[in-house]
């Protein structure tokens, strides 16, 4: 079981532009989807993109156009690169491979004037 551990976030104001990372504890490049989840205060977890194992993506309709998924199956890295950062952005932010129901620990993103 693959493991993930999220970094990269913090507080941002709006208009600004975050990298996050996130570095696995072992292969990637044979899990089929890796994706990433927010979660904001008082709200549901919500997929906010995933990647194929070909570089196939989907993003949510909120994110659309502002964030870029993107995988290094060398370095064994998920990135989420995130533009135009808005308020309601603000969550915590979480990688996972699709298919499992391991989670982990997450990264702040606040995104406040």
């Known amino acids: 079981q693959v493991h993930f551990v999220e970094s990269g976030g913090g507080l941002m104001q709006p208009g600004g532009s975050l990298r996050l990372s996130c570095a696995a504890s072992g292969n990637i490049d044979s899990i089929t989807y890796l994706a990433w989840y927010r979660q904001a205060p008082g709200r549901q977890r919500e997929l906010v993109a995933r990647?194929?194992?070909?570089?196939?993506?989907n993003y949510a309709g909120s994110v659309s156009g502002r964030f870029t998924i993107s995988r290094d199956n060398v370095k064994n890295t998920v990135y989420l690169q995130m533009d135009s950062l808005k308020p309601e952005d603000t969550a915590v932010y979480y990688c996972k491979n699709f298919a499992s129901p391991v989670w982990g620990q997450g990264t702040q993103v606040t995104v406040s004037s």
């Open positions: 990647i194929s194992s070909g570089g196939t993506t």
